[in-house]
């Protein structure tokens, strides 16, 4: 079974430009999460979507958005880049709409975005 | 935001050691979560724990939940070389309804040769 992919492995962009990073959950996962971890922190809670709807945020700024597919992919979208967006941004899939604290959540290798 | 507190942030041990590390909180967890990252790659699901004085095992991996249910300890028996990556702790805070996974600051692993 394929696990979480995520696409473009790398992103290099300039300051003031625009990303966007995409995600495939696992097969039969309907919810996808989206964390930021910049170098040398922890991983951050950036946004999660469950049935194409989002569900939480994190305390980003609105210029971090997304959106989640009728096939439950998703896609991170981060305008108006600024040098400290340069992290590696993580998805995460799981099952169900339930808490998390029932919801195991697999990751997928991450996209490594770097803002000049 | 709230972060999970992790003990040591790095160790550097031999092969063949014993590892300890914890994670420890203001607030009351529910579940605690272990996962681990290897270099490049996405954090992996190590071990669950659903209820307080849980201890569980997976390979030479034991975690505990603590008793206070604001702690959690993961040991690693006998450390190879593919122990190495950092590992993080993880549980949901509730903000005003709306859950969140936080995770902990993380303890690097490294084994000498």
């Known amino acids: 079974e394929a696990g979480v992919t995520q696409s473009p492995t790398h992103l290099i962009k300039t300051r003031g430009q625009q990303a966007t990073l995409r995600c495939s959950p696992i097969?039969?996962?309907?919810?996808v999460y989206w964390y930021q971890q910049a170098l040398g922190l922890g991983l951050q809670f950036l946004l999660w979507?469950?049935?194409?709807?989002?569900?939480n945020r994190g305390n980003f700024p609105p210029r971090f958005s997304g959106r989640q597919f009728p096939n439950y992919s998703s896609e991170l979208n981060v305008n108006a880049l600024e040098l400290e967006d340069s992290a590696l941004y993580l998805c995460?899939?799981?099952?169900?709409?339930?808490?998390?604290?029932?919801?195991?959540?697999?990751f997928g290798p991450g996209t490594r975005l770097t803002v000049l | 935001g709230q972060q999970l507190n992790q003990s040591p942030q790095s160790m550097f041990i031999q092969e063949g050691e014993d590892v300890s590390m914890n994670c420890t909180s203001s607030?009351?967890?529910?579940?605690w979560l272990w996962y681990k990252q290897d270099p490049g790659e996405g954090p992996v699901l190590l071990i669950a724990?659903?209820?307080?004085?849980e201890l569980t095992s997976n390979g030479r991996l034991t975690a505990q939940f603590g008793i206070t249910r604001k702690d959690s300890f993961l040991n690693i028996s006998a450390s190879i070389p593919s122990d190495v990556g950092i590992y993080f702790c993880a549980g949901p805070i509730s903000n005003f309804g709306n859950e969140k996974l936080t995770f902990g600051t993380g303890t690097r692993l490294t084994i000498i040769p």
């Open positions: 097969s039969g996962h309907t919810s």
């Open positions: 724990l659903y209820k307080a004085g």
């Open positions: 979507y469950d049935e194409g709807e989002e569900r």
């Open positions: 995460a899939s799981s099952a169900g709409t339930r808490a998390y604290s029932t919801d195991t959540q697999y």
């Open positions: 607030s009351i967890f529910n579940t």
